[in-house]
C-alpha cells in the first residue's frame, strides 16, 4: 500500500475574527475569496494585512477566509526574526500566551496580545485516508523526503476529519530547508 | 561513546579571489580581519558586498577571508528567490555550472557567471575526531536533532582534515526549519 502523501506548502498568513475584520477593514465588511485552497471551504482572500513586530513589519500578508473564533497569525521562524518576536511552536487554535504583534490595515489596527504562532507541521487526511494508511487523529508520524537535501520531519502531527483532504502542511523554512514544493510526494513512516 | 557534534550556522556570506577583491575594494587591497571563526585561520572580514540577482538584490553579504582561488557566494534557498537566481545545493569548492549573479563594492562590480551556490550540510572534523566518531573522510551519515521540530538530516558529508574543527555546519533554512543556534549539540548517526 502507498503510504505517499503530497506537500501543502503554507507562506506566512492570518486568520480573522469578525471583530477584527471590521476593525482592519471597516464595519459590515466580508472577506472577498480571490483563490479556493485545498482543505474544503478554505480559501486565500483578497485582503492583505501589514503585521508589525518590535523590531520590524512584514507587508501584504494574506488573510485566510472564512471568519474563525479567534484571530492567530501563522509566520516562519524566518520572518519571526525580521519581526522581532519569539512566537512558539504550536499546533493551530492553541494560541494561548503566544506571541503579540500589531495589524495594520486600511481602516484600522488590530493590538494582538497573543495569535502569532509558528505552525507545527500536520498532516490533514480524511476518515477514509486514515484507514487506508492505518493511522488515527493525534498520532504522531515520521516524514521522509528525497533528494539531496533529503530529510525525516520527526513528531509529524495527524488530523482526521471528514471535511480534511490529505496534504503535508509545512511551512517556507521547512520547504526551504528540504528543497520541497506544493503538491510533491513525502512518505509515511510510522 | 558520545556521538555529539556542535551545530554552526552559515548565514549568507562569500569567499573572494584576490583578483576580485581588487576588482571590488581597489587595487592592492587587503581584507581586514574582523573576527575568527571556528575552523582555524577562517575569519569573517570587514569586508561586505551587495549581491545582485535577476529580481532581487541583498545588501551586506558578509566577505569571509582568507582569499580564495575562486569567488564563491554561499545562499540560502530563501535568500535564492529574492535574487531571483535557482543555484544548485553543492559541496564548497565545486561551483561548475552554479547560479550567475553580479558583486558590488564601493569600488567597482563583478560579473560572476558562476559561483553561487546552495552550501550542502557538512561536518567537518580532526582526524582524531574521525578515529573517535568510526568515520572517514566523504562518507555520508545522518544527525538528528532534538525538540518539536525535530528533524532526522539525512546525506550529511563527513569532511575530514588535520585543519578542521569539530562542527556541523548548515544554512539558516536548515537552521530555523529545525529551530537550531550556534552551538547545539546533535547527534550524528551512522
Same mark, same amino acid.
Given at each position: 500500500m502507498s503510504n505517499k502523501v503530497p506537500v501543502g506548502v503554507s507562506n506566512r498568513h492570518l486568520h480573522l475574527s469578525t471583530k477584527d475584520i471590521e476593525t482592519l477593514f471597516g464595519k459590515g465588511y466580508e472577506l472577498k475569496p480571490l483563490k479556493d485552497l485545498s482543505?474544503? +471551504?478554505q480559501y486565500a482572500a483578497e485582503e492583505v494585512v501589514t503585521v508589525e513586530g518590535s523590531k520590524g513589519q512584514i507587508e501584504k500578508v494574506r488573510v485566510l477566509g472564512p471568519a474563525r473564533q479567534q484571530t492567530q497569525v501563522e509566520v516562519s521562524k524566518t520572518d519571526s526574526f525580521k519581526l522581532g518576536i519569539k512566537p512558539p511552536v504550536r $499546533?493551530? +487554535? $492553541?494560541?494561548?500566551?503566544s506571541s503579540s504583534v500589531v495589524l495594520k490595515g486600511p481602516k484600522g489596527q488590530v493590538q494582538l496580545n497573543e495569535g502569532a504562532i509558528i505552525a507545527q507541521r500536520h498532516i490533514h487526511m480524511h476518515t477514509s485516508d486514515a484507514q487506508k494508511l492505518g493511522l488515527k487523529d493525534k498520532e504522531l508520524v515520521s516524514v521522509k523526503t528525497e533528494g539531496k537535501r533529503s530529510v525525516t520531519f520527526n513528531n509529524v502531527l495527524i488530523r482526521v476529519k471528514d471535511s480534511f483532504a490529505l496534504e503535508f502542511h509545512i511551512d517556507t523554512d521547512e520547504a526551504n530547508c528540504a528543497e520541497l514544493k506544493n503538491g510533491e510526494q513525502v512518505e509515511v513512516h510510522k
Open positions: 482543505q474544503p +471551504g $499546533d493551530s +487554535g $492553541d494560541i494561548a500566551d
